[in-house]
């Protein structure tokens, strides 16, 4: 009977566990981790890798070919050797991931500007990777193992590999490097290998103690960084004797065969006269340059700021603090070590001096004031990474509300209670741009008032971040109101709906024949139209067309439109203009009319894409009747029904000359109130 019991708990035992682990290995792919993947393999040209897919999918559940996860969150990508081409792409936020290899393919293109910084080992090694490393590793301090090797990178080290502290392996060899190594000498490097670059000047003295260390095919200067001299020798002492000199040895460049007479001594003591003569004049004249341009910088302190650009004063560079305030602030230690790494975005403390404070002058006609470690106008704030860190949790997961092309969107509550919205701009969305031509697109964006707009707030632009502060709206967006779960979901009676329809095309409006110069939005849809408490809407990634208009950006932004249902049939050339925004905005009224998505894969084949199943439907009354949405349980007048299917279809014409402006779009929405 023991036995048997005995028997009886074990199995018992191996069910619970089996049940147990069935359980945790049954969730969903994290949606960051979709986002993140999805966006890889569109970059990667969409190659036949199993279980893949450029939209949606799950690829933990589904076992993708070359992806590990644990639980949700994708932690490896192994597709080495794979034949893989494309690019890299700019979106490789992976929130968990340990492990990216890539090596041995084919892949182009540029380095990420924007690089997971929970990696440990990144190997890109024999591919063809162009263009400079980035400067892109504050964050990786758990990174042991970086292989860049056999491409065609050139350029010098970024200053960011200095904090790589736990970097044990790193493979540059055969790409056109340059500069110099001293960025590399305090890492606990094991492994280097930069052969056949084009490194120069002295190797530092601690990279040659490195137990594995390749250095040829470089044109490295013949000695290395000497230890400074215990005394300088006297005049006497220079002259070389038969018997007593260093350079006198079998094995030694500068060995004599024969003995030195006296005028050759004399020659020798002639020539260390005369460089030692020569070198004390440079010092002398270096020393009074030096002189002569601090007192001309005293002379001249309101200068500092003179130079201006067309957005107003600028002074380089963004990504350092500009004031003391903004170092005390960066440096509290109890901002330290959060989740976004803060504690690695500031450079050591021995390097971030305390300096005057800058003016950051978005519009020239707008005074400034510093305060707190913000900059202060009528109309936008300049906030610094760290009080952004501190106002969203450190861009915890819970406050995310929001997966765009260009970021994703955090909920951020200031110390009094307010609300706001931040995007953090991905790489992908700020590779093609600098600092200067990122300070124009705030600008212009900040001149972008009206009352269906949302509002952009703030900036910050330090650590080689980038993010746009908003106003938040406090019911989320169109698509979660009339797609989303119970807990999103808002019943959104006929006319609220037709109010929803005429905000968005007054925004629309506003951009297209009001502003100057005219807007184009480029990614109009259900999710960028904002709600607010009273259910009034609020279009935002207004003035960001620069962002998606070129690039990898642009070209995802375009499958995504197109994925999802919102395109104009034009936009397959690559044209899109103000009448493809019509057409995204009618696919916008059908959401309103039918209650249904744009694009729903779970429905029949010939349903999924919205606009292909409704136009048919759109000038028959009883067909109409049955595509409205049955939330709405027939609460709206006929003929209101019929002429909101008028205004669809004349915005979904095939042609974008047939399609209205949205200027008459909205007198005829006005006309239905």
Known sequence: MGYTNSVLHVRIFVISMVILTGTFCLGETDPVDVAAISSLYVALGSPPLLGWKAVGGDPCLELWQGVACVFSNITAIRLGGMNLGGELGTNLDFPSIIEIDLSDNHIGGAIPFTLPPTLRSLSLSKNLLNGSIPDAFSLLTQLSNLGLASNNLSGQLPSSMGSLSSLTALELQNNQLSGTLNILQDLPIQNLDIENNLFFGPIPPKLLTIPTFRKDGNPFNTTIIPSPPAAAPSLVDMAPSPE????????????????????????????????????????????????????????????????????????????????????????????????????????????????????????????????????????????????????????????????????????????????????????????????????????????????????????????????????????????????GDDEHCIKLPWNARIRAALGAARALEYLHESFRPPIVHRNFRSANVLLNEKLEVFVSDCGLGPLLSSGSAGQLSGRLLTSYGYSAPEFESGSYTQQSDVFS?????????????????????????????????????????????????????????????????????????FRPAMSEIVQDLLLML
């Not at 079998?250 to 020569?278: C, G, R």
């Not at 003016?359 to 004031?369: F, L």
């Not at 010939?606 to 049955?630: N, T």
Request: net charge positive; hydrophobic share 35%; aromatic share 8%.
């Open 244 to 483: 007593g000199s260093p350079w006198n040895g079998a094995n030694s460049p500068f060995s004599l065969t024969a003995p030195i007479h006296a005028s050759s001594k004399k020659s020798f003591i002639a020539k260390n006269v005369i460089w030692i003569a020569a070198a004390g004049f440079s010092i002398f004249i270096a020393l009074g340059i030096c002189l002569f341009m601090l007192l001309c910088f005293k002379r001249r302190p309101e200068k500092k700021n003179s130079k201006k650009l067309d957005v107003g004063v600028y002074v380089k560079p963004l990504s350092k603090p500009t004031c003391s305030d903004t170092v005390s602030e960066v440096t509290d230690p109890e901002e330290k070590g959060q989740g976004y790494g803060l504690s690695h975005l500031q450079p050591p403390p021995h390097s971030l001096p305390t300096i005057p404070c800058e003016k950051v002058i978005i519009n020239p006609a707008i005074t400034t004031k510093v305060t707190n470690g913000q900059v202060m106008t009528s109309s936008i704030k300049v906030y610094t990474v760290a009080s952004l860190q501190q106002y969203t949790n450190s861009f915890a997961q819970e406050n995310c509300i929001g997966e765009g092309t260009l970021g994703s969107v955090y909920r951020a509550e200031l110390p009094d209670g307010k609300l706001l919205a931040v995007k953090k701009l991905n790489a992908t969305a700020s590779m093609d741009q600098n600092d200067e031509q990122f300070l124009q697109l705030v600008s212009s964006i900040s001149k972008i008032q009206h009352a269906n707009i949302a509002k952009l707030v703030g900036y910050c632009a330090e650590y080689g971040q980038r993010l746009l502060v908003y106003e938040y709206y406090s019911n989320g967006t169109l698509h979660d109101a009339l797609h």
């Open 585 to 657: 905005f009618g696919v916008i009224m059908l959401e309103l009319l039918t209650g249904r998505k744009s694009y729903d894969r779970s429905l029949p084949r010939g349903e999924q894409f919205l606009v292909r199943w409704a136009v048919p439907k759109l000038h028959d009354i009883d067909a109409l009747s049955r595509m409205v949405d049955p939330c709405l349980n027939g609460a709206y007048p006929m003929k209101s029904l019929s002429r909101f299917a008028d205004i669809v279809s004349s915005c979904i014409q095939r042609e974008p000359e």
